[in-house]
């Protein structure tokens, strides 16, 4: 890691972390760096003041905050997608951005996995009539299937998608992908870039790892969703822009898709009168990359990142 303390880096972080979460953090910051826990809609302003690089999850950073904030330098993302930064506005007052693409993709690629063999399964309605006192097996109109030898489409195939064809691999899923660039594939047995509409066609199961922006907003709505294979699955980590959530529970509900997995939402947290279990489907409360070694694998690259990037302005 690059040696933080030649000169004195003030450091902000502007997430909502548990107790455990701000001691993991503290533990990895250099020695001689100020390191400050703001609240994440940055109510604080004033202790904005003093900080040279902020860090960010995905609430919304606004032109505005650099008004108090003088010598901000960087606003780091933790994790990636910038989406929820005023990249313009960034630009017009060189403040430099950056996220941190790659560095906890095995901790999404296996959710992703589990989300995939819990809907082959229906383990999520099995749970939500176990904790009812049923003994229910699942969905009678879809058996439950396995994932050997199925077809699974990729919907953008960045460092989650290569990493998710990897761990299909000892299951002999024929694996296909969709990008607008043609990335590096990770075995030969991977197929693509190929376009939407056939990758859509052609899976049993269609994962949605797409960034958020202009050219993927609403990717996934009630057209593509009507070209999957009837029975198919569509499991999304991609930011709630990108698929829209309510067709695809109606094409669960509708039976068009066997069943349906999102992580992110347009609202975050949701309230609590619009959370409820739909059969078919698996929501969870944007949890696709926690996992304690993710997170400090993150809490490690943030600060290499963010001391590369300060003295390389110095």
Known sequence: MPDMTQTPIRIGFALDLPADGRRRIAAACPAGTSLEFLPEDFGDRAALGDIDALVVGTQPVPEAILDVAPRLRLIQRWGTGRDNIDLAAMKRRNITTAELPGVNARSVSEFLLLAILAGLRHLPDVAVAWSRGEWDAGRADFPPRRLTGKTVGLLG??????????????????????????PERPLPSVVGPLGKDEVLTRSDIVCVLLPANAQTHRSVGVVEIAKMKPGAILVSIARAEIVDEAAARTAVRSGHLAAASFDNFTQEPLPSAAIAHQPGVLATPHIGGATIEGFDAL????????????HSRS
Do not use: E, Y
């Open 157 to 182: 195939f960045g460092a989650i998608g290569r990493d998710l064809a990897v761990l299909l691999a000892p299951f002999d899923a024929t694996i296909l992908f969709h990008d607008l660039r043609a």
């Open 299 to 310: 809490a490690a690259a943030c600060f290499a990142n963010i001391a590369a990037i300060l």
